[in-house]
């Protein structure tokens, strides 16, 4: 029996694009068949460029985009059985951007306090409590109860967003480059705090991000994400350690570039990310990858399994 709190089989997401001038119809294939099996208190790093898909991934995790095929299992259960009340209970986002994930004419209660409201689970009086009680916990001084968020710092408003994640009490929580719209120093604050929370609740984290030294320092495991697929997935300390799909590669190569506006790969991959709408045949890396024969141009390759461990690669067959 599976010991995974959250799973993904074979999950797919098609979006229908319309360019041009004559209207004509394209199909994205944002998530290409993605398996994903997390257990109960790991914290699963998902990276990759943008656009890759990862995003895409967290939104249907969250029941906030539908599948176009495969299956979501919470608990072992299709998540689509669970009523969006029961999905909240369990999952709750923190997201990118605490200044516009925060509704800005709500004071600092409010919108901490907002799900025990629409989820009619405690009174005023016991909702102030909470409230406070979680603020305390993210390190949110009380006084700060009324404040709009305009009032605080971004680090002030991230608290804010992972104290409304906390009072539902959920087991998971997808974290969408949750520090990447931070300054640097208080990057690492919002990291050791989420690690923290992790510790003391035995939270389960799936953390989306760009940012591999940031994924290195909360992830248990990695799962390396290239238009749409999962090309590398291993613990956190064998992918940084060895990482073995040529993009895993690339991609570990580029943040030792001393230069903070490189953030894509392509510094190391010589050309561009290619256009998901037109994808490469073949293996879609083929033509980044220096390791790429003939075969590579016509055959996708298959996802060869070690364990937990995966990589999806011709030179592993
Ligand atoms: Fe490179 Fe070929 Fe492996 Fe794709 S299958 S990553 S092109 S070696």
Redesign the pocket.
Known sequence: MSNSIIETKNLFKIFTVTRGIFGEKKQLNAVNGVSLKINKGEALGIVGESGCGKTTVAMMLLNLLKPTDGNILLNGKEVSSFSQHDISMSIQPIFQDPYSSLNPRKSVGNIISLPLRIHRLADSKERRKKTEKIMDLVGLPKRYYNNLPNQLSGGQRQRVAIARALIMKPDIIVCDEPTSALDVSVQSQILNLLIDLQHEFNLTYIFISHNLAVVEHISTRVAVMYLGRV?EEKDTQSLFNNPE???TQALLKSILIPDPSVEKASAQLGIEFPNPLDPPS?????PR?????E???NEA?KQYCCGRDLI?????H
Request: overall charge positive; some cysteine; proline content about 9%.
């Open positions: 090309v799909h040529p993009y073949g293996c879609v890396f083929h990858c220096s390791y790429a024969k075969t590579c141009k390759p999806e690669c011709h030179r592993f």
